[in-house]
């Protein structure tokens, strides 16, 4: 069973910046795409950003383009896919989940547990 490992959440006033984390450890996603997306209390999970297997491309929703950046790390054993969150606003508040992408279709083979962001105003 893969487990996905979220960090990084918390805390911080609007204006702040917080930086998340997911891996997977012992498990490397070096052929897939991996991403975040967000669920805010009362709302449904929406996409936040991806970030293609090399790293070369990414993708953002327009509601936190210019403030967030997604990178990865395809260490040997174990893939990291960050997701820099600047000039962070109350809006962005929610949890927050690290995917993985299926190689071949359009959906999402591996979910985190999601990792808490809280911006207060």
């Known amino acids: 069973q893969v487990q996905l490992v979220e960090s990084g959440g918390g805390l911080v006033q609007a204006g702040g910046s917080l930086r998340l984390s997911c891996a997977a450890p012992?498990?490397?996603?070096?052929?897939?795409?991996m991403g975040w997306f967000r669920q805010a209390p009362g709302k449904e999970r929406e996409f936040v950003a991806a970030i293609s297997w090399s790293g070369g491309d990414t993708y953002y929703a327009d509601s936190v383009k210019g403030r967030f950046t997604i990178s990865r790390d395809n260490a040997k054993n174990t893939d990291t896919v960050y997701l820099q969150m600047n000039s962070l606003k109350p809006e962005d508040t929610a949890v927050y989940y690290c995917v993985v992408r299926n190689r071949y279709r359009d959906e999402y083979d591996y979910w985190g547990r999601g990792t808490q962001v809280t911006v207060s105003s």
């Open positions: 012992g498990r490397t996603f070096s052929s897939n795409t």
